[in-house]
């Protein structure tokens, strides 16, 4: 899981490495030497676990930046971990391509909550994010699209990109939002805001020769 995890940051371009280790009771040392942006724990790490690093980053560097990512999504544990100061809590099911994503918004200081079964943080936690903050610009796009109706075509024909990049797309949207096909995404859209209101498709210009 380390390598992997390190091999999809690092694929991203703008994220550089600079300590890695998967025993937790050298995380402290690591941080304190090259003093990180963002740090990312793994929930359960031999030794020393990742909410009691956690605590110790805290204790001595309050204003750090730290991410958990972890397999479990106990709604106990994702608490504990935002209750303890963790940015944010990522599920390790998170596509790889979206996990450097996700460190960038916290960098930024936009908070990014990737499990889905917690619903609703405790009182200490930070804001939580809408699952929008997932979607790139071009898929916000399409799928506002499809709000209006427009086929893949028609899309592909409004936006000047092929067919097979419309699908392309549908395709990442469908995963990132948990569902199977237009109409699911249409409903997860609706229902969860991310379309606040259907675009006005626009009118065509009229000439008088």
């Not at 994220?15 to 942006?37: F, K, N, Q, R, S």
């Not at 031999?46 to 309050?62: A, F, M, N, S, Y």
């Not at 990522?90 to 996990?99: A, C, F, V, Y």
């Not at 916290?106 to 936690?125: D, F, I, K, Q, T």
Request: with cysteine; aromatic share 4%.
């Amino acid at each position: 899981m380390l390598h992997a995890v390190r091999d999809a940051l690092l694929k991203s371009g703008d994220i550089d490495i600079v300590g890695l280790t998967h025993l937790g009771e050298e995380v402290v040392a690591l941080v304190e030497e090259h003093a990180p942006d963002v740090v990312l724990l793994d929930g359960h790490m031999p030794g020393v676990d990742g909410l009691t690093c956690l605590k110790e980053i805290k204790l001595r560097w309050p204003e750090m930046r730290v991410v958990m990512l972890s397999a479990s999504e106990n709604p106990k544990e994702i608490g504990d971990a935002l209750a303890a100061g963790a940015s944010a809590y990522i599920g390790k099911r998170i596509s790889p391509q979206d996990l450097a994503s996700a460190l960038r918004q916290v960098v930024a200081g936009v908070v990014h909550h990737r499990s889905s079964h917690y619903e609703e943080p405790v009182a200490a936690a930070p804001a939580v994010v809408p699952e929008s903050a997932l979607l790139t610009p071009r898929e916000q796009t399409i799928l506002e699209e499809m709000a209006l109706g427009h086929s893949t075509k028609v899309i592909s024909r409004d936006l000047w990109i092929t067919e097979k990049t419309v699908k392309f797309h549908l395709t990442n949207i469908y995963r990132k939002l948990d569902v199977h096909n237009r109409t699911g995404a249409m409903r997860h859209a609706f229902e969860h805001n991310l379309i606040p209101s259907v675009p006005e498709p626009a009118a065509p210009a009229v000439v008088n020769l």
